[in-house]
């Protein structure tokens, strides 16, 4: 099935459809291996861009085709049909047959434990039905499902059903990206919920018969997500039901099909002695971020796949306003600032940089990436910032009156705005089309009163873009008198110039100047901020993202000094860190975050920024010290607040209470270095819910003593795949770093160890690339493994494959040695006989070949 020449898709190529569908019958008659569907489906010529009649298919095997009832003969070109049709609207009805059973790929309609499901993002409907599989192809659909299985679900209402069979009717016309079928033996936790303007919606949430008691907490975040749309952007739910499933074998998150979300069972079920409260926290964002494309995603959708921004950095914006909303601001925005920082920087500063709307693509799959999410989630940031909360407000609320039951683009997304506001927004637009993070170098003066801020901002060069315009960078700015007084409140500069000052008058004394508040734009702040500064804003600033932000910048100080200078561990830091952990009227999470050092990913990308060829073993080492230097300095103070942050009574995931666990579970982490991990081994026999087990064995494992504890997990829990997951990726995750490949190696020998679910080969296989000294060991063993395993993985799940090959992404910040290591595997890889058009696009781009 692979394409002899693998084709490049340009935006600047997009011409609208030749056709427009204005209905679409679909019968499923479902069979393992042999399912058959008939289509019926009503074409009309599109007088503004006549064509060819051309619908898309793979994999499809033919069993008849007609045109308004007459028997046809379509020409198979590459990637579809081409057929001879009418100069006027006709019904075209087709039979095709399909084997859901050989499809490892989870893309299209395929098998998981039994049941059918599907995934149609972004281009999996054509292995269905011949169809123009486009986003800007929009039509109500209805649905037949013919089968054995209990439940039979599809998009919309249900509108009939009987023994063996159910109809279902969606009004809302869609593209084919968003349809989606259910069938199989499942059973619904079930609730409801009125809309503000008096729609009854009945809820579910589908599973297998042992998973009901994992539905609570889901179905709570739903409802909360129902409420929070309609009060904050007037956002009502259209159906009369809305149902979730969960899917063991599915290769992303979680996915919005119109009415019928489906989930990968592990961003939906949770239980307290099965999922750690971070896990409930991811549970309750990304149900929230699939209810929320009801509006922005499925009611206005994008017109091509270059626009994929519009639909998912909004999208996630808005979850991480509910997050914010749900939980706390100020931590919701530190941890959205690491997985920024962690996953984004890290793509945008490597061979895979592409912008927030990418130009060209080979395979649509691999731009799901943390720029088109995470950074397009920080475009829209810096937009609100810009125009302010309330124009923002009604630039969404014009969003949804002019383009509802549109398939829109950046450039719709951008006019709301102007329209709304008055101001040109050509520059800011650059942010979607120019790769790669900003540097904002910043000096200052002080002068007869007057305070001097001068920034300089310039973009390095990404793959296929050697120079970077200048940017608007909105830049939150307050400024604190030498006494931690605050004597200019957060005020936004907008940045518009490669270079550009902003003065502050009437000031008595020099100010210390707190930057880039809540961090206000996706750059790196570059400043030689002497570390009094820091550990003054780490006692003094108002704001909460930069007093953490500068704790931060003082550890990152110090373990980078003690890689490159064997220095000691900073006495003053750890000070510094020590009081920051008595301040009880700080939230413990937030301290949870402050103790937390950074990761060893994130110093190999400074030491590289800093011209240091990152070493992971001493990074490593580094950290260790650091952490035994905590320990040993904090101790007294680690046990007050190991014992006072215990949060009594039964297990609840709110926030205020998986803070005060963080809180604790990070004093136990470093305590466990003192006291043979006694503690650890207490907790983890003791524990009621999973955070506090899972918490008591990696701190175990951490210390070298996990054997026992983690023999006796597993058969606590092999019956439970989820939570399976866990045992295996903790494993290589927590290894020492010259053991780490042989203890990824054992796992992947296990019995258990299902490589065809994705859950499973990411537990194993990701944790092992996230140990960044275990993964960069000089042996070489785990560049090995990894490319061994995703050569077996390619040919059965090529997205799950070709999104993996990430973990060789910043292979250029190594030494040599490591490089021709990294470099082998890549072409090892590269080179295997009919290999993905997914896995080749990917390699192809991070050996920048
Ligand atoms: N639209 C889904 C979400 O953001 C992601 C689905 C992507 N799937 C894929 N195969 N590319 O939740
Ligand atoms: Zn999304």
Redesign the pocket.
Known sequence: MRDPAPKTIYLADYTPPAYWVDDVHLTFRLAPSSTRVVSRILFRPNPDAPGPFFLHGEALTTISVRIDGQPVSPTPVEGGIVCDVPDRPFTWEAEVEIDPQANTAL?GLYLSGGMYCT?C??E?FRKITYYPDRPDVMAPFTVRIEGDAPVLLSNGNPSGSGPGWSEWHDPWPKPAYLFALVAGNLVAHRDRFTTRSGRDVELAIWVREGDLHKCAFGMDALKRSMVWDERVYGREYDLDVFNIVAVDDF??????NKGLNIFNASAVLASPDTATDANFERIES?IA??YF?NWT?NRITCRDWFQLCL??GL?VFRDQQFSADERSAPVKRIDDVLALRGRQFREDNGPLAHPVRPESFVE??NF?TATV?EKGAELIGMLRRLVGAQAYDRALQLYFERHDGQACTIEDWIAVFEDTTGRDLRQFKRWYSQAGTPRLDVTDSFEDGRYTLHFRQHTPPTPGQPDKDPLVIPVAVGLLAPSGEEVVSTTLLEMTEAEQSFAFDGLSARPVPSLLRGFSAPVILTRSADNAERAFLLAHDTDPFNRWEAGRALAKDALMRMVTDGAAPDAAFIEALGLLLDDDSLDPAFRALALHLPGQDDLAQSLFDAGVTPDPGAIHAACEAMADAMAEVLEQRLATIYDAMQVPGPYSPDASAAGRRALANGALSLLSRRDGAARAATQFAAADNMTQQLAGLAALVRRGRGEDALAAFYDQWRGDRLVLDKWFGLQPGLAQPQDAADVATRLTAHPDFDWKNPNRFRAVLGALAANAAGFHHPSGAAYTLMADWLIRLDPVNP?TAARMTTVFETWRRYDADRQALIADALERIAATPGLSRDTGEMVNRIRGA
């Open positions: 893309e995934q993002e972004a999996g290769n992303m998150g979680a996915m919005e990304i971020h699939e494309h995603g639909k998912e999208t649509i799959n799901y999410y997205q």
